[in-house]
């Protein structure tokens, strides 16, 4: 049975609340949240827990973030509207749609083309022609396109991958996960400046670890 016009609403309006009750504030990123449909990258049943704040399974054994976590990340950025942004970790392309509505170009790149292909279908759908999406080794970055506005990474690392770094704009802001394990990993916020970097630590979270090179699929 398929869910009325008012189960849609409700949903929505819940899903608006989780966001806010989380920390998720900036009036620019709840509008980009409540614009694109996180179902259209889920698949089968998976579709229908669209608007529950849980991470939930997509192909390749990788995982869609959790909305809240999505919206954390995204407001850390301060995305502004001429911003370039590189996302390492394509995904279900979900995260890559968000930044699209908040800034004018988004570059994301995933190991898996199973993953890439999937996410550039949602993309055309959806009419997003600020995204570039690609096939690669995401913790090299993109040098050709380099340097970024900002940098979001949804895989954790050990440290932020120096490569990255070095493709960020003095002013720019990276936000990614950093643990030795995925049991105990802190999402931070980045900053280059004229001197170095500064680091913020924003809230601890779990992601698949930061894999170098190219998957098999």
Known sequence: MEPGPEDIATRKMRFLFALRSQ???????LDAMER???SLFLRGIFAQRAH???PLPIACGQTISQPSVVGLMTQALDLQPRDK???????????????SV????????????????????VFRELGLVNIT???????HGLPDQAPFDKIIVTAAAEDPPGPLLAQLKTGGIMVLPVGQSDTV???IKVTRLQSGYEYEELRPVRFVPL???MAAD
């Open 23 to 29: 920390g998720i504030t900036a009036p620019r990123v």
């Open 36 to 38: 694109i449909d996180r």
């Open 52 to 54: 529950e704040d849980v």
């Open 85 to 99: 942004v590189l996302e390492v970790g394509t995904g279900s392309g979900y995260q890559a749609a968000i930044l």
């Open 102 to 121: 908040l800034c004018r170009r988004v570059y994301t790149i995933d190991r898996h083309r199973t993953l890439v292909r999937e996410a550039e279908a």
């Open 133 to 139: 999406a690609q096939t690669g080794d995401g913790s």
């Open 185 to 187: 990993q802190s999402l």
């Open 211 to 213: 894999v170098e090179g």
